[in-house]
């Protein structure tokens, strides 16, 4: 099929770190990929990086150079624990760890309240296996595996202090070679307490005789890189501050991994926290000390502790490569995708993507006792891909009975969405409604409606009515609903709005249909496009 100028338009990329001239920009990704982690093979670089309880899971990314990126599949579909048919906001998989070791792919993670994960693959662009319960254990987090030159393994953890009571502290565990188990209870090789709290993340490295443990402290927004390094695997252990803000705008520059360059170049990858568009990713160069200490970004003030690069020389990868970043838009011509996520373990029946007409979403009712989007899994949601956008997108809504409800969403503890709702005497509404979780409550939130009128558009119950949805965002994270009958001159709707995070993770945006009161009776919408592309006057 081949791309129509309209269609290309709607596939152009918001974010472009690669700038042409043989630099890049921060961040490489602006997107929500929290808790990065990564490895080369070769010419080839895979990360991956949480996905909490959002499906499916475990995303992998492929470079040819760090700057240029692709999302290439998930590891896994669902997260076949108890719980997870439903959102579980802030639960799911934590910081997870790849490596590549005797002719596979692994993948470490934790689930804060089930345990620690392992999954591998022949290669990471292709089946991950079943994962794999290598500890059934509450709170011990971020975990990464360690094969030594003697074929002893081991993995190294943090603690969640809200499941084990237990803070600021990094523990090694002597582990099969297989990754199958652990083999002891562990031994806690740094207490951070007094000097690095909240001690988490860490990476398990060794080079040159020393063990490293890179791990970030601090706190998620105003924390530092801290590398640990010993002789011996279980310690003692040195520490040092490798990278901090100092003079940048980089709020919480760490967690992350390292690579090294067939070029003898070395390079981390770290997140940082910005709030409503979630922890976006930073590549940052890194040089060693003659005495063997890392230093991440410039080390502007002389004393072995780096700031963040704003722009920086691309790493020397012996070859150039062709400008690449994940999709956003999506033209539902073929499957799902690989932006797009559920909020919980999916169903088949929820979506029907490829037909002739679009995207088909069906109006399942909201699960037994939600009262709100909030908790509804089968929203379709996606990372926000820029710090200025709009998303526009062409809904057929097809009703089947009262309560039927579609349109755009902005999600977050916050939330707000643009839809075609079904009233009670058939009328047909277009809504803008709000919501804010509930304090006292993980699934449910308080909703209403800002505005609303009437739709006059055209339409009926065999054809539909037709409507075209935007959202623009601008800094910081304001939000403006716009609706059009043409597509082309949009009215605004509603108060502007601030997106906000959920649970550990950044706002998302997407599109559903539900019914907000009973079982499905053949309700469905049909979105022909979704169309993300820079703002222009």
């Not at 002789?231 to 040092?240: A, L, M, T």
């Not at 997108?393 to 009262?402: D, H, I, R, S, V």
Request: hydrophobic letters at 35%.
């Amino acid at each position: 099929m081949s791309t129509t100028q309209s269609e290309q338009q709607r596939l152009d990329p918001v974010w472009v770190a690669d700038q042409g001239d043989g630099t890049y920009r921060n961040p490489i990704l602006h997107a929500d990929y929290s808790d990065p982690d990564v490895i080369r093979v070769g010419d080839d670089f895979y990360m991956t990086a949480s996905s909490f309880s959002h499906t499916p899971g475990l995303p992998i990314l492929h470079s040819k150079d760090l700057v240029n990126w692709k999302l290439v599949r998930y590891a896994i579909e669902r997260l076949d624990l108890p719980g997870y048919d439903v959102p579980l906001h802030g639960k799911g998989v934590w910081a997870p760890s790849i490596r590549y070791h005797d002719g596979k792919y692994w993948i470490f993670f934790s689930t804060p309240d089930e345990g620690i994960f392992m999954t591998t693959a022949d290669h990471p662009e292709g089946e991950w296996s079943p994962l794999h319960r290598v500890h059934e254990v509450k709170g011990w987090i971020d975990p990464c595996p360690l094969w030594d030159e003697d074929g002893q393994a081991y993995l190294v953890h943090a603690f969640a202090h809200s499941r084990s009571g237990i803070k600021s502290k990094i523990q090694v565990c002597r582990m099969t070679a297989d990754g199958s188990k652990l083999l002891d209870e562990g031994t806690i090789v740094f207490d951070g307490t007094e000097h690095h709290p909240t001690i988490e993340g860490p990476k398990f490295y060794k080079r040159e005789g020393y063990y490293y443990i890179f791990a970030p402290a601090g706190g998620v927004k105003p924390g530092w890189q801290t590398v640990l390094r010993s002789k011996q695997v279980f310690g003692p252990y040195e520490d040092r501050i490798v990278m901090h803000q100092g003079a940048s705008s980089v709020n919480g520059p760490h967690q992350g991994g390292y690579v090294e360059l067939e070029s003898g170049q070395s390079w981390f990858i770290h997140f940082q926290d910005r709030d409503a568009y979630g922890r976006i990713v930073h590549l940052q160069p890194m040089t060693w000390t003659e005495d063997g200490w890392p230093i991440i970004g410039i080390d502007r003030e002389g004393n072995g502790t780096g700031e963040p690069v704003d722009v920086h020389v691309k790493p020397d990868v012996g070859a150039a490569h062709p400008i690449n970043v994940p999709d956003v838009s999506d033209d539902f011509q073929a499957k799902l995708g690989l932006q797009w996520q559920w909020q919980a373990n999916s169903r088949p029946e929820w979506a029907d993507a490829g037909t002739e007409r679009g995207l088909v979403l069906p109006a399942h009712p909201y699960p037994e006792g939600i009262q709100s989007l909030f908790g509804v899994p089968h929203l379709l949601l996606q990372k926000l891909p820029a710090s200025e956008f709009e998303a526009t997108t062409k809904l057929t809504f097809l009703p089947g009975q009262e309560g039927d409800q579609s349109g755009l969403i902005m999600f977050g503890d916050s939330y707000a969405s643009l839809c075609l709702l079904r009233t009670e005497d058939g009328t047909i509404r277009l809504s803008l409604i709000r919501g804010a979780k509930r304090a006292d409550s993980h699934l449910q939130a308080d909703e209403w409606e800002e505005t609303g009128l009437d739709w006059e558009g055209q339409g009926s119950q065999v054809k539909g009515w037709t409507v075209h949805l935007r959202l623009t965002l601008i800094e910081p994270a304001l939000c403006q609903f716009s609706w059009s009958e043409d597509g082309a001159e949009f009215q605004p709707i509603g108060t502007p709005f601030n997106a906000t995070t959920a649970l550990w993770v950044g706002a998302k945006m997407g599109i559903f249909a539900v019914n907000t009161r009973f079982a499905n009776r053949g309700g469905q919408s049909v979105f022909r496009y979704f169309n993300v592309k820079e703002i222009r006057d």
